[in-house]
């Protein structure tokens, strides 16, 4: 079975910056995508970032571009998160997922991490 273990969250100063981790163990194969999506108090979840994990590219919500960076290494099946020039607006349950049943926008994956959470603080 597979399972996602993020790691990496915490409060940081606007302007800080957090790198988050998340381990993918189980299955049979790699992952083709993996994404982190998050979601704040009374919103919906919401797309941050993904990437293909063959060829590596990248996707990016437009809030973010810019501040933060989308990895992974392969050998670890591991992907990160890295933020740079946070600002309190991206205080959220940060979620790692993995292999989306539609595009990699939408927030229908097939795994799902538990949550770590990242507080900005003003």
């Known amino acids: 079975q597979v399972q996602l273990v993020e790691s990496g969250g915490g409060l940081v100063q606007a302007g800080g910056s957090l790198r988050l981790s998340c381990a993918l163990s189980?299955?049979?194969?790699?992952?083709?995508?993996m994404a982190w999506f998050r979601q704040a108090p009374g919103k919906e979840r919401e797309f941050v970032a993904a990437?293909?994990?063959?060829?590596?590219?990248?996707y990016y919500t437009d809030s973010v571009k810019g501040r933060i960076t989308i990895s992974r290494d392969n050998a670890k099946n591991t992907q990160y998160l890295q933020m740079n020039s946070l600002k309190p607006e991206d205080t959220a349950v940060y979620y790692c997922?993995?292999?989306?049943?539609?595009?990699?926008?939408?927030?229908?994956?097939?795994?799902w991490g538990q949550g770590t959470q990242v507080t900005v603080s003003s």
């Open positions: 997922a993995a292999n989306p049943i539609g595009n990699v926008y939408m927030a229908q994956y097939n795994h």
């Open positions: 189980g299955g049979s194969t790699s992952p083709y995508v």
């Open positions: 990437i293909t994990w063959n060829s590596g590219r990248t």
